[in-house]
């Protein structure tokens, strides 16, 4: 039974398992106390959980009173290597590690529909699974790709999942159906010359003029070789090259990051980065190597799920604080690989606090309007109702569209037609 009671005592445990993880955070792939944690808080629920040979991550799985559609939600369990600049009680207590991505407080509202899933299950048909993923800020190898691979998605109709965001204000979400976040892929370009004396730079190759050709050169192949109505950016964030200030460098490594919303265009660019480190490296007389990773796929948002979450907001929030065609972000998030087959919506659920300063996410600073994680939890219950209702819909309406097959004379088996 699901009363008022319950949903005091849910808010102040929300606050009290967020500041949990909060002051306990792991890396990515290290998320072992936090999988125990949170299969020990599932199992006193009376939740079948699901756990994995190959890594930390879990899977909740609560079945309703009849068989149905399957509906699953995702959190990501890992945190950054940042120190916590915040003086707070709950502040982290692993120097040098924090949860500086929200991602505690996605558990929180995990754990909080899990409660209030447990305590109605019976009440609807089908099966919701909860999966606890670790290692999303492990690009351009997130934990998403190992749960796919151990058949997370083999018996879902839809997904879904959602983001704190900083940019909206508590009690708001934004949301939009296509491409609501980038693919994030990562180059990685080696600049091989010859090393020579400084005075005498004829007898050598100069990898640090090469580089600063190919930057150059690359900005040219973003503003210049791209259609400029795609979406598109590509950063070199670090460069390391050159032994000593009177030697000619003889290797240069760049590495960067290319964000793309368009799977063309997406391919497009490492063929045309080939090709302008070739001409360049060879006109001047020296080698390259490039090293092309890609990372998360785009969050592509699909039509009716997304419609389920704008849906589900509307009943909690007033329209105003539903905004349902943002503009995306060329921030990166694994939950990309569960949408590349299977239907599903990511939301970004607004954090920030009124009066006060809010920083980014990623930042030493980061902080959330705790409130948030209410408004979060009620969003997603609502959301997986209506989902099962609306896939159980959508069964029964493809079972009634399919042929049926019977028996015909001898044993023949033919189509007699559609009911
Ligand atoms: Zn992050
Ligand atoms: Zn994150």
């Not at 915040?86 to 529909?113: E, F, K, W």
């Not at 040219?220 to 030697?247: C, F």
């Not at 990051?257 to 006109?283: H, N, Q, S, W």
């Not at 959301?383 to 001898?410: I, S």
Request: hydrophobic share 40%.
């Amino acid at each position: 039974m699901w009363d008022k009671r319950n949903a005091l005592e849910l808010a102040h445990q929300l606050v009290l398992w967020r500041r949990m993880f909060h002051s306990n955070p792991e890396l990515s792939n290290e998320e072992q106390k936090t999988s125990l944690v949170i299969f020990d808080i599932l199992t006193s629920m009376d939740i079948e959980v699901q756990k994995f040979a190959s890594h930390f991550g879990l899977c909740g799985i609560i079945k309703g009173k009849y068989p149905g559609p399957v509906i699953a939600l995702r959190t990501d369990m890992d945190a950054l290597p940042i120190t916590e600049a915040n003086d707070v009680p709950y502040r982290s207590q692993h120097t040098g590690v924090m949860h500086a991505c929200g991602h505690d407080g996605h558990m929180a509202i995990m754990l909080g529909v899990a409660r209030m899933l447990s305590l109605c299950a019976g009440e609807f048909a089908g099966t919701i699974k909860l999966i606890f993923q670790p290692a999303e800020e492990a690009a351009p190898v997130g934990g998403a790709g190992f749960l796919i691979k151990d058949g997370i998605l083999d018996d879902v109709d839809a997904i879904f999942g959602l983001h704190l965001w900083p940019d909206l204000p508590c009690g708001h979400i934004g949301i939009r159906q296509g491409a609501l976040m980038a693919a994030s892929d990562r180059l990685n370009i080696k600049i091989l010359g010859q090393a020579a004396h400084a005075g005498q730079p004829q007898y050598g190759v100069d990898a640090i003029t090469i580089a600063a050709d190919v930057i150059q050169g690359l900005g040219h192949i973003m503003n210049r070789q791209i259609d400029p109505l795609e979406t598109a950016t590509l950063s070199i964030g670090k460069i390391q090259g050159g032994e000593r200030y009177n030697v000619i460098a003889q290797e240069v490594v760049l590495d960067g990051t290319v964000r793309t919303l368009g799977e063309e265009v997406r391919k497009e660019i490492p063929v045309k980065i080939k090709r302008l480190l070739d001409g360049i490296t060879a006109g001047q007389g020296g080698a390259n190597a490039l090293d092309y990773q890609y990372g998360y796929p785009v969050v592509n948002n699909w039509a009716e799920p997304t419609q389920l979450v704008i849906q589900a907001a509307r009943q909690i929030l007033s329209s105003e604080a539903v905004h349902d065609d943002v503009k995306p972000v060329l921030a990166a998030e694994d939950f990309g690989n569960y949408l590349l087959k299977t239907p599903g919506a990511f939301f970004w659920l607004g954090c920030a606090k009124e009066g006060h300063e809010n920083y980014h996410l990623h930042s030493s600073n980061f902080d959330i309007d705790e409130d948030t994680l209410v408004v979060g939890t009620k969003i997603m219950y609502k959301t997986v109702l209506m989902a099962l209702a609306h896939y159980e819909k959508k069964r029964n309406l493809d079972a009634a569209n399919q042929p049926v097959l019977t028996k015909v004379g001898y044993g023949k088996v033919g189509t007699i037609g559609v009911r």
